[in-house]
């Protein structure tokens, strides 16, 4: 069982940056592919970006790509989302989650992650 947490969200103004952090509470969160995405309201969640265990392969939606940025830090058992540019429309929860896949095909299905955090606010002024 592994346990995720975010943090990092707030109100921000257009054109401004927030980093957003998932800290895990397993010892091995090199053992799992983490992705992060996001609902607004009256949407379906949609993937973010995801990153494989060691962090030499990331993805990212057409939609944030060139401003977010996915890292990780295994020894601190944490991933980051940073985020410039950002946008009204990038207004929603965020919320990272784990996969043990024993591959990274997909990253982006919401189907290949076994554990979720509870979200993070985050919220672009125009």
């Known amino acids: 069982q592994v346990q995720l947490v975010e943090s990092g969200g707030g109100l921000v103004q257009s054109g401004g940056s927030l980093r957003l952090s998932c800290a895990a509470s397993?010892?091995?969160?090199?053992?799992?592919?983490m992705g992060w995405f996001r609902q607004a309201p009256g949407k379906e969640r949609e993937f973010v970006a995801s990153?494989?265990?060691?962090?030499?392969?990331?993805d990212y939606a057409n939609s944030v790509k060139g401003r977010f940025t996915i890292s990780r830090d295994n020894a601190k058992n944490t991933v980051y989302l940073q985020m410039n540019k950002l946008k009204s429309e990038d207004t929603a929860v965020y919320s990272c989650?784990?996969?043990?896949?024993?591959?990274?095909?997909?990253?982006?299905?919401?189907?290949?992650?076994?554990?979720w955090g509870q979200g993070t606010q985050v919220t672009v002024s125009s």
């Open positions: 989650a784990a996969s043990s896949a024993y591959d990274y095909r997909d990253p982006q299905s919401q189907e290949k992650y076994d554990y």
């Open positions: 397993a010892r091995t969160l090199s053992s799992y592919i």
């Open positions: 990153i494989t265990r060691r962090g030499v392969t990331t």
